[in-house]
Nanobody, 124 residues
């Protein structure tokens, strides 16, 4: 059983920064590709960023390119999402996901495990 627990969400002003984390337990973390997704009220879940098992490859959604950075620490079983220059439209519940794979995975239906999510609110 793989469990994912996010933390680090909160309220931040537009232009500010926030880092959310996701700790994975239950299996060998290094075997899993990881991703971050977000869902705003009334909207569908959307892809934010993904990272390969090694951390050498990453993909980003166009709206966050140049502002967000995904990273992982395999020794700590943790994946991070550093969010800079935040905008009100970044407000959403951010969830991490895991899939046993080598490369990056960008489609939510391809992921096997999900966390509960952490709320990020950006005020204008």
């Amino acid at each position: 059983q793989v469990q994912l627990v996010e933390s680090g969400g909160g309220l931040v002003q537009a232009g500010g920064s926030l880092r959310v984390s996701c700790v994975v337990s239950g299996r060998a973390f290094r075997d899993y590709a990881m991703g971050w997704f977000r869902q705003a009220p009334g909207k569908e879940r959307e892809f934010v960023a993904a990272i390969s098992w090694s951390g050498r490859s990453a993909d980003y959604a166009d709206p966050v390119k140049g502002r967000f950075t995904i990273s992982r620490d395999n020794a700590k079983n943790t994946v991070y999402l550093q969010m800079n220059s935040l905008k009100p439209e970044d407000t959403a519940v951010y969830s991490c996901a895991a899939r046993r794979a080598y490369g990056t995975v960008t489609y939510p239906e391809q992921y096997d495990y999900w966390g509960q999510g952490t709320q990020v609110t950006v005020s204008s």
